[in-house]
């Protein structure tokens, strides 16, 4: 069996834990089409229907996929998604999960990506995850800061964590493949400091130089930078004033993971922290815009109530 059978199967099998009574529905937008094929082809192994739907990529992250696939996505028992563009914080994700579905999404994902980082130990990572996932739940206060100019406090209090372990068997669950991270939306209008993306962005691969991001009140008020930091403040205007939120803050637990460009991957990496700005419904909040960006920030320190949980990309955990 190759490397890429064994990825797609523990994939299919193993994290999304796809059953012979089961019906799999894959999705697909045009640019990764191929290798969606070719794992749905798999599925037909292991489940007693597949459905492939394919459909144009959209514009951007957390933009809606078209009509009919939000209404099939109800009617199947999982979804796997290996698309371009992330429909994970989406509306049509949000209610095919609430109907039972469990879905996958892979926004971006590689072959090479998927035979490296599906080797891993998810029962492994899925305990690491839920510990740090733990740690954010019960913290009121968290501040990160970087090498690069970061600091940022987000309040966090009452708000509960979410982890994403791999390991999407249960009915109504839902997250990325691969996975392995812990996060939670800061409370809405109280994050204060600067943000410096140094790693990556979605939608934009990896940085040629860092954006520098001010927040006040918990929304950006400023963008600063070269070229792509303008990028991003075009992408943020345009999807509109929701999409200054910030709205999530999450910890890599994958250490298969490493840095790539590729959104999916990277905020996975162990010893990273991610800050997302946009939509943040499916992690319990009210700004629901067609934009979600998480951006990658390097070697950082993470306090919890003044403890830190990682100092300079070293896990504490």
């Not at 992250?61 to 939000?70: A, C, D, I, K």
């Not at 994970?88 to 926004?107: L, N, Q, S, Y």
């Not at 400023?222 to 930091?229: D, F, K, N, Y």
């Not at 709205?247 to 991957?265: D, F, M, W």
Request: glycine share 10%.
């Amino acid at each position: 069996m190759s490397e890429f059978e064994l990825a797609a199967k523990q994939a299919l099998g193993t994290c999304l834990g796809l059953q012979a009574h089961e019906t799999l529905l894959v999705l697909a937008d045009t640019p990764l089409a191929e290798l969606a094929r070719a794992i749905a082809a798999h599925g037909r192994e292991l489940a007693k229907e597949v459905v492939y739907l394919e459909y144009s990529p959209r514009q951007r992250n957390g933009e809606e996929p078209p009509p009919p696939v939000p209404a099939v996505m109800q009617l199947v028992d999982a979804v796997l998604a290996i698309t371009s563009r992330s429909i994970t914080h989406t509306k049509a994700r949000r209610e095919a999960t609430a109907a039972g579905a469990r879905v996958a999404t892979m926004p971006g994902i590689t072959e090479e990506m998927l035979v490296r980082t599906m080797s891993a130990d998810y029962e492994a990572i899925a305990a690491k995850t839920r510990y740090v996932a733990q740690l954010l739940t019960q913290a009121r206060l968290a501040r990160v800061t970087t090498p690069a100019g970061t600091d940022i406090t987000l309040p966090i209090a009452g708000i509960q964590a979410i982890a994403s372990t791999g390991l999407i068997r249960e009915k109504g669950q839902w997250g990325n493949l691969p996975s392995g991270e812990a996060y939670l939306m800061p409370e809405e209008g109280k994050a204060q400091g600067v943000i410096v993306v140094d790693g990556a962005l979605a939608g934009i691969g990896m940085l040629d130089e860092p954006v520098r991001v001010v927040v006040e009140n918990g929304l950006a008020t400023a963008i600063e930078g070269g070229a792509q930091a303008r990028e991003f403040a075009r992408q943020m205007a345009e999807a509109g004033p929701g999409a200054r939120n910030v709205a999530e803050l999450g910890v890599g637990t994958n250490p298969a993971a490493r840095l790539t460009g590729r959104i999916l991957e990277d905020e996975k990496v162990l010893g990273t922290v991610h800050i997302a700005f946009g939509n943040n419904v499916s992690m319990g909040g009210t700004v629901d815009v067609p934009f979600h960006v998480d951006g990658i920030l390097l070697a950082p320190t993470l306090f919890l109530d003044g403890e830190p949980l990682l100092v300079d990309g070293k896990p504490r955990f």
